[in-house]
């Protein structure tokens, strides 16, 4: 869960075209078919809860050529008792018999009180369905950040997937009160102190928890 605001640093644009459940769903169907059929696919954690979370090795074992979809709302859940993860960006990835890729989807962790996998560390995932509520959070945030109505602490589209997270996770039982001790600890583990900036770790956590409140309240969850 930790590391959040070295991870902006590394953040790319989540785009704002979620998929609905059933689609996600779907996509998953047919990924599974796909790793029935000879389709291999690594999962490598990158250390982060949110962003560019997994590098992705796509491997074209079946013979034939397919094209491999990865799209908003997919859930991968690992073997053992680690971190969640939805994605949140889409790739489709057309390969020929024997051909090999790879992509770093971006997405998001599911469980406030685990951490990501580590940077390196590969990691053993089935599919998952039945999150709509979380794929719900992810497109009401990327709305209201395309509205411009989060806070301007970040730069917007940083501002975006630090709120959707938080708002998953509040939809767990995260607090605001994890977010103010989160942010005090990063903001003490600084060793520069004018990197903050005139915001307090204070106004910081009031700050990005209306906007968790605004996407739990606009997603129907509050």
Same mark, same amino acid.
């Given at each position: ?46 250390g982060l809860s949110c962003g ?31 971190? *969640? ?45 039945? +999150? ?6 992810? *497109? ?9 109505? +989060?806070?301007?602490? +970040? ?31 990063? +903001? ?26 605004l996407v739990l309240r606009e997603?129907?969850?509050?």
């Amino acid at each position: 869960m930790r590391t959040w605001l070295a991870a902006l640093l590394l953040l790319l644009t989540l785009p704002a075209r979620a998929q609905t459940p059933e689609e996600a769903d779907a996509a998953s169907a047919a990924l599974s078919a796909q790793l029935s059929a000879g389709l291999r696919v690594t999962w490598t954690g990158q250390g982060l809860s949110c962003g560019p979370i997994l590098l992705t090795g796509l491997s074209n074992g079946s013979g034939a050529p397919l094209t491999v979809r990865l799209v908003p709302g997919m859930v991968l859940t690992p073997s053992d008792d680690g971190q *969640r993860m939805m994605l949140a960006s889409r790739h489709e990835v057309a390969l020929q018999a024997g051909q090999e890729a790879s992509v770093m989807p971006e997405g998001y962790c599911l469980d406030p009180s685990k951490d990501p996998p580590p940077r390196g560390q590969a990691v053993n995932y089935s599919l998952g369905s039945g +999150f709509a509520a979380d794929l719900t959070l992810i *497109r009401v945030g990327e709305r209201l950040a395309a509205e411009g109505r +989060f806070g301007p602490e +970040f730069p917007p589209d940083q501002r975006k997937v630090v709120v959707i997270q938080r708002a998953i996770w509040a939809s767990r039982g995260y607090t605001r009160q994890d977010l103010a001790v989160e942010i005090a600890d990063e +903001f003490a583990a600084r060793t520069d102190p004018n990197r903050a900036g005139s915001v307090s770790p204070e106004a910081l956590a009031d700050s990005i928890w209306r906007d968790v409140e605004l996407v739990l309240r606009e997603a129907g969850q509050r």
